[in-house]
């Protein structure tokens, strides 16, 4: 569905983004993160067709991504996405099917359908009287007006309510059952833990590390076992509730403290798997800390581990 290969952006001496590499299937919702000036939306941008590459190629959807028939197969949500704010939801989503010369009786249904999907009321209501909340997601019904192949979303969440982000994070996922390919990037790592099939990691231009979030904790980062029983052992601190906890790496080290815990007459009530964030193993590959608090579907996790059981660069 998308293909990059040697993928390159300067100006002037600077070096934006560096020979990317990788490729989309469809179906897919792929993340794209990085430190800020780690050339995310410089790549976002190519691909949509917005910026011209120095080097190298892209294809979407069957096209050069600077085709303008490329822009049929594709929706764009920018980070900054600013409406006509004169405009009702309605009539500014007919304003963009018209743009994409979707026939009238189709753009109605679509639109509809898609305000339904994404819980938006006060439809007939102008657009600067409405939460940004609702602005954000009528951006993100506009990036669907013409039924594209190709959704890329640069920060859809970005200083949303806790509700709001919830709901825009789960029409995201259901986007991968329409069959939609999603290219979403976003500073704050669970939203991308928690919706993308597979990552990227950008630093300097590059890419340095990728895969599904599984390959790349188990590339670079390290999971650890807490391991409770009911009886004191070498190697464990009580806890509070009067058990014992030991800490370690292995499974074969999980298999001695069973072991020692059955010859000392006790045994092991509780084994739990601490799995590294993908936040923490960008903050090791970066040495940066993303920039973005947790709202509340990314509680921060318990003490204890849990237990493994618009612009006109929019128009066609």
Known sequence: MIE???LRKTYGDFAAVVGSEFEIDRGEIFGVVGPNGAGKTTTLKMLAGLI???SGT???AGYDAGDPE???QLGFLPEESPLYEDMTARSYLRFFADLYDVPREVASERIESTLDRLDLDYR????GDVSKGMKRKVAIARSLVNDPDVLIYDEPASGLDPLTTNSVLEFTEELREDDKTVIFSAHNLYHVESVCDRVVIMNEGRIIARGSV??????YGETTYHVYSDTALDG????????HRAVVETMAEVEAIQAAATDAGGSVTDIRTDEPSLESIFLE??????????????????????TDQHEVEDAP
């Open 4 to 6: 990059v290969s040697g």
């Open 236 to 243: 464990t601190d009580p806890t509070a509730d009067g058990r």
């Open 52 to 54: 011209e590459p120095t």
């Open 58 to 60: 892209a294809t979407v």
């Open 285 to 306: 590959l970066t040495g940066q800390q993303m920039p973005s608090p947790r709202t509340a579907r990314d509680t921060e996790p318990a003490s204890e581990p849990t």
């Open 214 to 219: 599984a390959d790349i904790r188990e590339q």
């Open 70 to 72: 490329m822009r049929h």
């Open 124 to 127: 007939d209501r102008r657009l």
